[in-house]
């Protein structure tokens, strides 16, 4: 999760840039508990409709291929527009985007629960992405503004940090409840009265602020980093069906590559680009980024291959597959709020270590799963480890990933955490789904099925590993906080 340096806020605000409303401020509690409330919805939306997934395909007619585009068609786009989000806010007013993010948000939540066809809900979902993607990066800088530095804000952080990382979690129990209680459609509707209710809390009691600097936006920068990831992912879920060598996969591999590169050039062409290529320069934001990217590669679809082996191995219902990783939820939670304690003491990038290397254990321990496994030993306890271990690493990597920026790039380096951490996953996802697809052989029995799972559950562990090194070899030593 991001964490926006402390000093570009109160730069931004003292410089007689930031617009203020007029109204008494609002307690700070307050505030953070609506900013808050945004980054849980549009966290959850990534992780809660992994449960409803097989309703709707007996709904909808989905493909295999298409159940995992109802989940990354909104993480792509969410990755992929959130360095714009994040810019806009810093440009046109956090609060103004957060109110645009959540009302697109909502509007989309809508149309998906209404959605009467595959390609429909598909588009919503990616809608829903937007609006996320917009709202997101202003939930944060909204944050640190209304509380003063210290140890307040610092705990505010963890708060944030912590809600975020219990949104994804308590995604599966949401839904779960949702899709057996009522109807699947009611895993996305729910968002239309808790978006309406937190968007009269943002209007009623958030300040409007924002940078100085030309409203510009780097649009051609937007769609084609969007664009590139799409097709990348597209290309790594055809090697499925068709393998590495084929037409079918280079092609699209060669289309992603060229956007990307483009990418590239127009951010270092542009005059107000929209990632600035010399943040990178950083060597503590590179790195950190950079290890964001690969944990979200190695763990962003453990929520989705626990609720596919719940329910299509085990044979839980959606309500007792939510409440299987309830205990997960709990221990993201957990582990999000004491990092932020040990980090003075051991240095961020010490903890950051730390828990990457639990949660690729509790990778590791989640691939020893059988077909007649027991709750306790094949979903409790390693969920328990892979994601307190998660929730350790999040806010050292956050602070990391966001130290030495510029105090006009707030919201651009709360967009630029989140893509990494996003893009990263919605890269892996599709990884691992082509390796459990791979493994299991099309055999839809629970022995294959739960072979191809603990397969992708390897891998993930494997890429968790990549992070750390990333961590020992890039980062700095000298970074504690």
């Known amino acids: ?81 959130m360095l714009l989000g994040g810019r806009a806010g810093d440009l046109f007013g956090r609060k103004r985007m957060f109110l645009v993010g959540l009302g697109l948000f909502t509007l989309a ?53 912590a809600v975020g990382a219990g949104g994804g979690a308590a995604g599966g ?56 990831t799409a097709t990348l992912a597209y290309a790594i879920v055809q090697t499925e069906a068709a393998g590495w060598g084929s037409a ?75 409440l299987a990783l309830v205990p997960s939820s709990l221990a993201v939670v957990t582990g999000s709020k004491i990092a932020p304690r040990l980090m003075p003491r051991f240095g961020a990038r010490n903890v950051a270590v730390a828990g990457v290397l639990v949660t690729a254990a509790g990778f590791a321990w989640q691939s020893t799963m059988s ?13 328990i480890v892979m994601m307190a271990g998660a929730g350790f690493a999040m806010t050292p990597l956050a602070s990391l990933a966001t130290s030495g920026a510029a105090p006009g790039d707030a919201g651009l380096v709360s967009g630029l955490i989140n893509t990494s951490r996003t893009l990263g996953g919605s890269l892996g996802l599709a990884i691992l789904s082509t390796v459990a697809a791979s493994r299991s052989a099309g055999g839809l029995d629970a022995e294959s099925l739960t072979d191809g799972y603990a397969a992708a559950f390897q891998a993930g562990a494997g890429i968790l590993v990549v992070a750390v090194l990333v961590l020992l070899l890039w980062m700095p030593r000298n970074r504690a906080s």
């Open 109 to 161: 939540s809508l149309a998906g629960g209404l959605a009467q066809a595959d390609w429909q809900l598909l588009t919503a979902r990616a809608v829903q992405g937007l609006g996320a993607a917009v709202l997101a990066p202003s939930t944060l800088t909204i944050l640190t503004s209304a509380v003063p530095e210290g140890a307040a804000r610092a705990r505010a952080i963890a708060t944030w940090t």
């Open 248 to 322: 079918d996969t280079l092609v699209p591999l060669g289309i992603a590559l060229a956007l990307l590169a483009a990418f590239l050039v127009v951010e270092a062409r542009t005059r107000l680009p929209l990632m600035p290529l010399g943040l990178f320069k950083v060597r503590s934001v590179a790195a950190a980024n950079a290890a964001m990217f690969v944990c979200g590669m190695g763990s962003f679809a453990m929520w989705f291959f626990m609720t596919l082996y719940a329910q299509n191995v085990l044979g839980y219902t959606p309500i007792q597959a939510g």
């Open 1 to 81: 999760m991001p964490q926006t340096s402390p000093s570009a806020h109160e730069a931004a605000d003292a410089d007689g840039a930031g617009i203020r409303s007029r109204r008494t401020a609002p307690p700070a509690w307050l505030v953070v508990a609506v900013a808050c409330a945004g980054q849980f919805l549009v966290v959850l939306d990534v992780s809660v409709v992994n449960v409803a997934l097989p309703s709707m395909r007996a709904d909808l007619g989905l493909s295999p291929t298409g159940l995992q585009w109802v989940v990354n068609a909104y993480s792509i786009a969410f990755a992929g527009f």
């Open 173 to 228: 129990l949401v839904g779960g409840v949702l899709t057996e209680g009522i109807n699947w459609r009611w895993v996305l509707l729910i968002n239309v009265p808790l978006g309406a209710a937190v968007f009269a809390a943002a209007a009623r009691w958030i300040k409007e602020s924002r940078a100085g600097g030309e409203r510009r936006l780097d649009l051609p920068g937007a769609l084609l980093v969007t664009a590139g």
């Open 371 to 383: 077909a007649h496994g027991s709750y306790v030993v094949t979903i409790m306890l390693p969920g």
